[in-house]
């Protein structure tokens, strides 16, 4: 036998797997990378220097959403697992670590929605789509708890690292946001 022939061998029981796990942590670094650009943009750190970092933004966070499709789509052929779609669609109707998998689902669903609330929100009205767009942040910590509680890798070295090296930016600039003086409502001036 070849070596193609053993890797294939090897592989092949495993493909929808590998190609979910792997899915998965692309996922996580997009929406990672699209979670900083959106602070950046929204934040005030750049100060008048700011480039137009929208096209950017868009084109992870859809990225984010394709790869977020193939990770629970690909576990439809996985032989262990063997879910169904209302198992890898709907919250807490997977027996398999219900708690997590229902997470990442939640988190799945709303990033779709509001990531594709940026196509509406002319209709929603800028100022409100402003406010819904904000809870992307949530769902993105959703989906982290996701990855860190039922991944594969959750425990490997590697991953942790990649993680923390994707996640803690975005998590710093978080907190700056959510700190800043400007962040928090100010009281009206009295008439």
């Known amino acids: 036998m070849t070596t193609t022939q053993l890797l294939a061998t090897a592989v092949g029981p495993h493909l929808f797997w590998i190609t979910s796990r792997a899915a998965g942590v692309a996922a996580l670094v997009l929406s990672s990378l699209s979670v900083c650009i959106g602070l950046l943009m929204g934040g005030r750190m750049l100060k008048g220097r700011q480039p137009d970092?929208?096209?950017?933004?868009?084109?992870?966070?859809?990225?984010?959403?394709?790869?977020?499709?193939?990770?629970?789509l690909t576990l439809l052929g996985d032989g262990y697992l063997n879910p169904s779609l209302g198992d890898i669609a709907v919250p807490f109707l997977s027996g398999y670590k219900t708690l997590w998998t229902s997470a990442g689902i939640v988190a799945f669903w709303g990033l779709l929605l509001l990531g594709l609330s940026y196509y509406a929100r002319t209709r929603i009205g800028p100022q409100r789509w402003r406010k819904l767009h904000r809870f992307t942040a949530l769902a993105w910590i959703l989906g982290i708890a996701h990855s860190l509680g039922e991944g594969t890798d959750a425990g490997q070295a590697w991953f942790l690292a990649m993680t923390a090296?994707?996640?803690?930016?975005?998590?710093?600039?978080?907190?700056?946001?959510?700190?800043?003086?400007?962040a928090t409502p100010q009281p009206r001036a009295a008439r």
Do not use: K
């Open 53 to 72: 970092l929208r096209v950017t933004h868009e084109a992870l966070s859809l990225a984010t959403l394709v790869a977020l499709v193939v990770h629970g």
């Open 165 to 182: 090296i994707v996640v803690v930016p975005a998590l710093l600039l978080l907190a700056t946001r959510w700190l800043s003086p400007s």
